[in-house]
Structures are given as structure tokens and as C-alpha cells.
């Protein structure tokens, strides 16, 4: 395969909504508004050269509800837009393919999502083929159970890693309080109450600069030094539930194992999801996961890929690592997943 | 609908009434008109698989999948399964309930449907299902209702009357219990007392031409704590044990009663609890059960 060049593009500026687990009334407009401002102050920018979101209309059940949500940027003059029906993620996805044309520097991405509006583990059955899986009713919880019993893990090893995940959002300000998991209350057997992400209404914005403006903004940028990703048939049955090979192969085309990684963020809702996401990144025992508390501490559907990359991105700017990773996933079971390597 | 009682609070629904109508293309309408006619297909690929439920492309090569569909099932293997302890409105069924990937003989791919075993605990990898199917099929995956256990064991009922009659030594000892006395016999060979009467020892065969009358009382040799009703039994639980009756020198089997369960132990000593003399007839429902004395245990060797 012949290498591509490409332009040097960090993230510059990350801000995030102290994240609820009820609707607080804010339309998604007023959610997004403080993010779009912290982002705007910290760069010093008021404009950008290409803006991208990422949501889902199903969340709050009306078409086009992006579209109100452009209210909160300033959209007159008309600016350079576009959004993604996906986690802010692949937005930022998008606005690093834009920034690569050369004739933009700056890319403002934002992502967000009110799950408590409905009933999350149902309006997801809405992502499945209409033809074969939908009619069943084959609902969020149920797909990530059955993927649970694909991988088989031991009982204590998911417990600790909910037990870990609480225990590092409750000290990230911007994640929820949960307790320390108790009970042994079955969910979708094989999962349990407390292995399901919490329901969480919350928003992200990312700035992206490319070249000399990213040093100019930022003293020490996240530079994305590989970004790709990868996916799987949307039927479970033709895929290996166990692994991701797709997660794999997003983090070889995107250099995870090029160096050292010393934090990864996984787009891990459930338990048994970190475990395969360990696997595919082949991530070892030096690496810290999650110190944001994960999807297991928060988890603003939408949103919570980019803060993903947000988080692993702010350990660089805060000047607290050097390289981090990444992940994001979109569809059932892990069917999707975008690879970010981060370096100061 | 509710009509929410704060004004600042709306229910909204997003609903296309009626349903979208979507076309199914040649190779899931090949799948669903199968299916209308209970009878499952996958579609072969280039390299040979068969992909059910069929897709238009080898999901591993991304070429479109051959002409050729194959008929697979209807029975199949269990690969992975979640238990549904309770089922939302939109799922198959309204119990609970597995949801399984299921690889159908002669497929190489999983469908996804739900498993309605009796019970959960029939539920494991490897097992054999077989689909039930809609009374009336449309072309629809729910066609099929949902799949059970292969018939692996089928029940066979046995019942026949008999007439019992007590003659010989049992009637000799069932005359003795309406006495309300426990009747023996003492070979003189052996020098054993059997309890109940026998006319036999069953060690040497030596005649027992007389009975010996026993005490009620006697030491639990060995007891059983059961957990499940018999109609013969006081309450549940209830005990069972060997009481080696005073002079003899074999058990017999009697309930233990008056005493809570778990207090029972080996080497206690108890009485035979009889009906009222008014009520007493030639049979072993004359002794109610065996009760403690409340005298120190005896050392059983
Ligand atoms: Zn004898």
C-alpha cells in the first residue's frame, strides 16, 4: 500500500458538560453553548475553517434536531458545516480529512446527545437491518449481553473494572457520582444492573489546527499522529462476537503499536467491551485505561467517543503524557471502531 | 397516553403510522418468501459458505454472494446465548426467555433469534434447537416464533393397580400393632430379635416359631431431614429415621415428630407417639410418629 502524507493536525482546546444522568430542561442548543464558548476562549479563535458535529436524531425522536443545534455556533455569515448521524468521533473524523485539503487551518467539532429523553436500550434496536434483527426487538442490553457470553470473562474481572471505572469518574468532575457497584441483580444475564452504562445527557467540543497555527495556539499540542478506522458486518452471527477484528485493524492502520502507549480512553459501555478492546489494541500492563472513569462513569451517547479523544488528548496538553490512544465505537457489539494516536 | 400534570412536561412520540414500506431486493425477499413457506435458505458465496441469514455480499470479500441458495435447518446449533429474565414489549415473546445465535445445519453463519427452553437452566452452548413456527406465515423473520429444545427425552407413564393383602407374619405384627405393641421373633440360632415379626431368620433361615413383644422405645441409629412433601408426613420438612427399638438387635423406619428438624440426632432416645386407643386399627398408621423421652443419648457403637 503506498503511504500517504499527511498534514500535521493537533487538537488544541477540549472542553466538556458536567455531565447528568436526568434531563436537566436544556435544549440541546443551550447544552452545547458553553462548550462551543470554553473551546472559543482557550484558542483565542471566533471563527473556524470547517465545523462538524455528530448526534442522532432518534435520541430525541424529531428529524433534523441537528440542525437547531447550529444555533449555538453562530452560522451567519454562513460557515463551512457538517455533520455526522454518529459519535462526535467521527466528526472530528471528518474535520482531520477536511483540515488534510491544506487551503483550511482550523476545524471546530463538537458532539452531543440527551439519552433521557427515551429509552435508550430500545431506541438503539433502531440502528439494526430493519429486515432480520429489528422486527425481533433485539434491544442495547440484549446484544451486549450476548456478546458478554461470546467472551466469557470471569465474573471478578468485570466486576473490577466497573468498580475501577466508578471509582475514577467519581474523581473526574465532569463524570457522574455512581457508588461502588453492589448487588448481584441480574440485567441481561450474563450482565449485571451495574455493568450497564449509565443513561447521561452531556456535550463535547474539540479544536482542531493544523501546521504552525496548532503551536501558535496551544503550548503543548495533541498532535494526531494516526487516526483510522475500521468495521464489521452489522449481523452478529456473521461476525467472531468474542473479538474485534475490526478494532485491530484500525489500531495497526493507525500505529498504536508504533511506541508506547501510557494512557488509552476506550469507548468501552459495558465491562466485557474492555476486555476485547484490550485485546484487539494489544494494550499491556503499563498502559493506564480510563482514568477518565470511561463510559461506565458517563456516557452521553454521542458524545462519548469524542470525550474519548478529548480526554486522551488533554493528558498532552495538561503536559501529563506524551502518547496516549483513542477509541471510539459506533453500532452494536463494537461493529465500528475509529483508532486515535495522540503525541505531545 | 398520560397527560403529563406539569405544563412544562410533554410526551411526544416519534411514529410513522402504518410502518415504512421497504422493497427486500432478490436476496432477502428470496429468504423471506422461504421463510412463508417454513422453510429457511441461505445464499452460497463465491468461496462456497452459506450465509444465513443471507446478505447480498461475502461479508468477508465484500463480492456478491452466488445465485445459488441453500436450504439449511430447521434444526440448529446453539453458539451463545443471554438470558431475558424480563422481556420488553417489542421482543418475541412475553416469558422469559434466551436470545441465541443459532448456526443451522448446513449453515456457516449464526442467525439471531430467541430460545424458549421450559427452563432456564436447559440453556447451553451446543444444544439443539428446532423453530416453532407463526400459525399463519407472512414473510417476516418472526415467521418463525421462536425456537426450542431438540426432543432429546419423551415421558412414559406407568400405572397399575394392586390388592395387598397383609397374611403371615406381617399379620401377625400388624395384629400386634393394634395392640399398640411392636411384635419380634428371637432366632435361636443366631441369637438375633428381627423386628418387625418374621416367620424366617433371614440370616440362617431358621424357623422363628414365637413372637417376643418389644418395648416402644428405642435410639436413633441414622435419620434423613426431607425437604419435600410426602402425604404421609406431618410437615415439611420432616424426619425420617432407623430406631433400633429396646431388645432388638435391626432398625425399623419410622417419621420422627415433636421435635424440630435440625435438633434430631443420632444416639436420641424415643418413644413411639400411638393414636388413640378408640381410633387404633392393624396398621403401621397407628403410630403417629417417634418422639424424644428427653433421657440422655445413648452411645451408638
Ligand atoms: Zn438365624
Known amino acids: 500500500m503506498r503511504a500517504l502524507a499527511t498534514r500535521e493536525v493537533a487538537i488544541v482546546a477540549f472542553a466538556q458538560t ?51 443545534a447550529l444555533d449555538a455556533l453562530g452560522a451567519w455569515p454562513p460557515i463551512s458545516e457538517s455533520h455526522v448521524e454518529m459519535d462526535g468521533a467521527w466528526a472530528l473524523y471528518e474535520a482531520w480529512v477536511r483540515l488534510q485539503h491544506g487551503d483550511v487551518d482550523s476545524a471546530l467539532v463538537y458532539g452531543f446527545g440527551k439519552s433521557s429523553l427515551g429509552d435508550l436500550r430500545t431506541i438503539m434496536t433502531l440502528q439494526l437491518d430493519p429486515y432480520y434483527l429489528a422486527p425481533l426487538g433485539l434491544d442495547q442490553l440484549s446484544y451486549a449481553a450476548l456478546q458478554a457470553a ?47 452504562p449509565p443513561s447521561t445527557d452531556g456535550a463535547a467540543a474539540i479544536v482542531l489546527a493544523a501546521g504552525d497555527l496548532a503551536r501558535e495556539l496551544s503550548e503543548s499540542p495533541a498532535f494526531v499522529r494516526g487516526i483510522a478506522h475500521r468495521i464489521e458486518p452489522h449481523y452478529l452471527g456473521m461476525r467472531h462476537l468474542a473479538r474485534s477484528v475490526s478494532a485491530a485493524d484500525a489500531a495497526r492502520a493507525a500505529g498504536v503499536g508504533k511506541g508506547p502507549v501510557e494512557v488509552a480512553e476506550l469507548h468501552a459501555q459495558f465491562p466485557h467491551e474492555e476486555i476485547i478492546l484490550r485485546e484487539a489494541l494489544e494494550l499491556t500492563g503499563d498502559t493506564v485505561i480510563n482514568p477518565s472513569g470511561g463510559p461506565l462513569a458517563a456516557n452521553p451517547v454521542m458524545a462519548t467517543g469524542l470525550i474519548r479523544i478529548g480526554e486522551a488528548a488533554q493528558r498532552i496538553l495538561d503536559g501529563q503524557a506524551r502518547r496516549t490512544v483513542a477509541h471510539a465505537a459506533g453500532g452494536p457489539c463494537l461493529q465500528h471502531n475509529l483508532v486515535t494516536v495522540l503525541e505531545a | 397516553m398520560t397527560v403529563p400534570s406539569d405544563p412544562l412536561v410533554a410526551q411526544h412520540v416519534l411514529e410513522f403510522p402504518g410502518g415504512y414500506t421497504r422493497t427486500t431486493g432478490p436476496v432477502i425477499g428470496r429468504f423471506l418468501s422461504e421463510l412463508r413457506g417454513r422453510r429457511i435458505v441461505g445464499a452460497r ?114 400405572r397399575s393397580e394392586y390388592r395387598l393383602q397383609a397374611g403371615g407374619a406381617l399379620r401377625v405384627f400388624l395384629e400386634g400393632v393394634r395392640r399398640g405393641v ?72 419410622a417419621l420422627i415428630g415433636d421435635v424440630p428438624a435440625h435438633e434430631v440426632r443420632q444416639g436420641m432416645r424415643v418413644k413411639a407417639v400411638w393414636v388413640p386407643e378408640s381410633e387404633r386399627t392393624a396398621s403401621m398408621a397407628n403410630i403417629r410418629w417417634f418422639a424424644p423421652t428427653g433421657e440422655p443419648d445413648v452411645e451408638l457403637s
Not at chain 1, 466469557?152 to 466486576?159: H, N, P, V
Not at chain 2, 423473520?141 to 429444545?149: A, K, L, Q, R
Not at chain 2, 433361615?205 to 410426602?230: C, M, R, Y
Open chain 1, 18 to 68: 458536567r455531565h447528568t444522568p436526568h434531563d436537566t430542561g436544556l435544549t440541546e442548543p443551550e447544552l452545547i453553548l458553553p462548550v462551543i464558548n470554553e473551546v472559543k476562549r482557550r484558542t483565542g479563535l471566533e471563527r473556524f475553517g470547517f465545523t462538524c458535529s455528530g448526534s442522532c436524531d432518534y435520541l430525541a425522536g424529531a428529524p433534523f434536531s441537528f440542525v437547531s
Open chain 1, 150 to 196: 461470546a467472551v466469557g470473562a470471569d465474573r471478578k474481572e468485570l466486576d473490577e473494572i466497573v468498580r475501577r471505572s466508578r471509582a475514577d469518574g467519581r474523581a473526574n468532575p465532569y463524570a457522574l457520582d455512581l457508588p461502588d457497584p453492589e448487588g448481584e441483580d441480574l440485567a441481561v444475564q450474563p450482565l449485571k444492573q451495574t455493568d450497564v
Open chain 2, 45 to 158: 458465496t463465491a468461496e462456497g459458505r452459506v450465509l444465513v441469514p443471507p446478505l447480498e455480499y461475502d461479508p468477508a470479500t465484500g463480492e456478491p454472494v452466488t445465485g445459488e441458495y441453500v436450504e439449511v435447518g430447521p434444526a440448529g446449533t446453539v453458539t451463545t446465548w443471554a438470558w431475558v429474565h424480563e422481556p420488553l414489549d417489542g421482543h418475541p415473546v412475553d416469558r422469559p426467555f434466551a436470545w441465541a445465535l443459532i448456526k443451522l445445519d448446513g449453515a456457516d453463519t449464526a442467525l439471531v433469534h430467541a430460545v424458549c427452553p421450559e427452563h432456564p437452566k436447559a440453556m447451553e452452548a451446543g444444544m439443539r434447537v428446532w423453530p416453532v413456527w407463526r400459525d399463519q406465515p407472512s414473510g417476516h423473520i418472526t415467521d418463525i416464533s421462536y425456537f426450542v429444545p431438540e426432543v432429546t427425552k419423551i415421558v412414559s407413564n406407568v
Open chain 2, 182 to 253: 411392636f411384635l419380634g421373633g428371637r432366632c435361636d440360632q443366631c441369637d438375633k430379635v428381627y423386628v418387625p415379626y418374621r416367620a424366617a431368620c433371614p440370616a440362617c433361615g431358621n424357623a422363628i416359631p414365637d413372637t417376643l413383644e418389644l418395648p416402644d422405645t428405642g435410639t436413633i441409629t441414622t435419620f434423613a431431614i426431607n425437604n419435600l412433601p410426602d402425604p404421609r408426613a406431618p410437615q415439611v420438612p420432616f424426619v425420617s429415621a432407623y430406631i433400633l427399638l429396646d431388645g432388638a438387635d435391626v432398625p425399623m423406619i
